[in-house]
């Protein structure tokens, strides 16, 4: 986050946030346990003018694919709002949203919704409020969205606080309830409720925390879920140990048993290790889970992610990643997926000329997939070799000039419902120009153009990309979610 011209508009300060997060099919945390494959990123503007007045625009994406890869999720907002504090307890609010989203019917759709709030604060722990949106402009197929909630945030106390919120319209009703209750320094507990008409939901969670040493802290958590994914009970505990001050390693394990829309029963069991390595030259990052679903057929699965920077001297850095998934159907003893995607680099940064960069980079990709034979022709065997070179030159301390060149050499298996396999090979050449400029600390604005060959087809495209580059932090408004 980052405090965006202070003095000019007013003694609280201004913060641009971003956040991106990126869930492979076949991952699970404590709190999400969808066995989705994830992508979410977005970004937030909020300027203070003077004490009163605030003036907040977002962007988020949300995709999200089940195992088959089917697209279950796929929702993008933008959202501008402007607050004003009437009195020191009374603050009002107004904000436009435009959105493009999946309906029930798993329809593309669109809608613009307009908001109003108030929020009266007794105190810094202490409020309540009520919120109301109507849609005002909608596409066939949206789900109009008109709906009214209130909602309060409470501490009873040094130790016990409440929050909850009731919401009512055309998509249904819903509630949210969270209670947290510290219970010593080291202990806390908590329960949340929510339930929601539109989504089917109705989830109960139970979880604790505690500190056992100054390094050393236990969390375990109890998920009663029933949703559209299924129904049933997960169960979650896990370490976090740090090591000392450069090294952090922690454990976690699953224990559930659902009834999944598409598989039926399953009765699913995890672990999950990680490590976290960060040193003044060198850091590593890795992240190893295994698990095993039993129902009508037993699946295990295998997922690991690895980071590594190492900063060889004030002019070289080494760079690699490797990440790789396995599942395997133990019943029929065939392997049904396998991901693979590892690279390493070298960048550069001459002592003779700092404003100089090189990068270069090799990465290998591959995909095979023998989970969905419903469509009519299937790729379910993918790899890939991606070779890429850029330097970059700063002109100024704002200004950075940038050639790219890369070279791909992709292949695919295609496989019609007949078992017949089609391969298919391209060769793709790309050179771009790109131009950059760092508006302040961590965000800057940068464009590009580039031309891609197609060697096989003898195709070429010809595309520019323009994008805006900002810190990381989420958070939430005047409009239901």
């Known amino acids: 986050m980052y405090d965006?011209?202070?003095?000019?508009?007013?003694?609280?300060?201004?913060?641009?946030?971003?956040?991106?997060?990126?869930?492979?099919?076949?991952?699970?945390y404590a709190s999400q346990d969808d066995n989705l494959a994830q992508l979410a990123y977005g970004s937030k503007l909020r300027l203070q003018f003077g004490d009163r007045t605030q003036l907040t625009t977002r962007f988020d994406h949300l995709d999200e694919q089940d195992s088959s890869g089917k697209t279950v999720t796929?929702?993008?907002?933008?959202?501008?709002?402007?607050?004003?504090?009437?009195?020191?307890?009374?603050?009002?609010?107004?904000?436009?949203?435009?959105?493009?989203?999946?309906?029930?019917?798993d329809?593309?759709?669109?809608?613009?919704?307009?908001?109003?709030?108030?929020?009266?604060?007794?105190?810094?722990?202490?409020?309540?409020?009520?919120?109301?949106?109507?849609?005002?402009?909608?596409?066939?197929?949206?789900?109009?969205?008109d709906s009214v909630a209130v909602g309060a945030d409470f501490a009873l106390n040094d130790d016990w606080t409440l929050?909850?919120?009731?919401?009512?319209?055309?998509?249904?009703?819903?509630?949210?309830?969270?209670?947290?209750?510290?219970?010593?320094?080291?202990?806390?507990?908590?329960?949340?409720?929510?339930?929601?008409?539109y989504d089917n939901e109705n989830?109960?969670?139970?979880?604790?925390?505690?500190?056992?040493?100054?390094?050393?802290?236990?969390y375990q958590e109890n998920q009663f879920v029933d949703d559209n994914n299924g129904k049933g009970k997960v169960n979650s505990f896990g370490f976090d140990y740090d090591v000392n001050d450069d090294v952090d390693a922690g454990i976690a394990f699953e224990k559930s048993n659902l009834k999944s829309t598409d598989n039926g029963d399953i009765e699913r069991s995890g672990i999950s290790v990680y490590t976290s390595v960060d040193k003044d030259d060198y850091s590593l990052?890795?992240?190893?889970?295994?698990?095993?679903?039993?129902?009508?057929?037993?699946?295990?699965?295998?997922?690991?992610?690895?980071?590594?920077?190492?900063?060889?001297?004030?002019?070289?850095?080494?760079?690699?990643?490797?990440?790789?998934?396995?599942?395997?159907?133990?019943?029929?003893?065939?392997?049904?997926?396998?991901?693979?995607?590892?690279?390493?680099?070298?960048?550069?940064?001459?002592?003779f000329n700092d404003r100089l960069n090189f990068l270069t980079r090799y990465t290998y990709l591959e995909d095979y997939d023998q989970t969905d034979r419903s469509k009519e022709q299937d790729t379910n065997n993918e790899k890939s070799h991606i070779v890429e070179g850029e330097t970059i030159y700063s002109v100024n301390a704002h200004v950075d000039l940038g050639l790219k060149g890369a070279y791909k050499k992709k292949s695919e298996l295609y496989k019609r419902k007949d078992s017949s396999?089609?391969?298919?090979?391209?060769?793709?050449?790309?050179?771009?120009?790109?131009?950059?400029?760092?508006?302040?600390?961590?965000?800057?604005?940068?464009?590009?153009?580039?031309?891609?060959?197609d060697r096989v087809t003898d195709d070429l495209e010809q595309g520019a990309l323009v994008s805006v580059n900002i810190p990381n932090q989420l958070e939430d408004a005047v409009f239901r979610t």
């Open 4 to 28: 965006l011209m202070p003095d000019t508009f007013g003694a609280v300060g201004n913060d641009i946030e971003a956040w991106y997060r990126d869930k492979d099919l076949g991952y699970s």
């Open 203 to 218: 989830n109960i969670v139970f979880g604790q925390k505690v500190d056992l040493t100054d390094t050393l802290s236990f």
């Open 107 to 145: 329809q593309q759709s669109s809608g613009d919704l307009v908001g109003v709030r108030a929020d009266y604060e007794f105190n810094d722990d202490n409020s309540v409020y009520v919120k109301g949106q109507k849609t005002v402009n909608a596409s066939q197929s949206f789900d109009q969205d």
């Open 285 to 351: 990052k890795n992240k190893v889970e295994y698990r095993v679903d039993k129902g009508d057929s037993k699946v295990t699965q295998f997922v690991t992610t690895n980071r590594y920077v190492h900063h060889l001297s004030d002019e070289y850095t080494l760079f690699g990643k490797f990440n790789y998934s396995k599942s395997k159907d133990e019943t029929k003893n065939e392997v049904v997926e396998r991901y693979t995607e590892s690279s390493v680099g070298l960048a550069c940064r001459p002592i």
């Open 74 to 105: 796929d929702t993008e907002r933008v959202e501008v709002e402007g607050q004003y504090r009437v009195t020191d307890h009374l603050k009002i609010a107004a904000a436009g949203r435009h959105v493009n989203e999946l309906n029930n019917d």
């Open 421 to 453: 396999d089609v391969p298919v090979t391209n060769e793709i050449f790309l050179t771009g120009i790109s131009a950059s400029y760092k508006v302040m600390k961590d965000w800057d604005v940068s464009g590009e153009y580039h031309w891609k060959k």
């Open 163 to 197: 929050s909850g919120e009731y919401t009512t319209g055309d998509r249904g009703d819903s509630l949210q309830a969270k209670v947290d209750y510290q219970v010593n320094d080291y202990y806390s507990t908590y329960a949340s409720y929510i339930q929601e008409d």
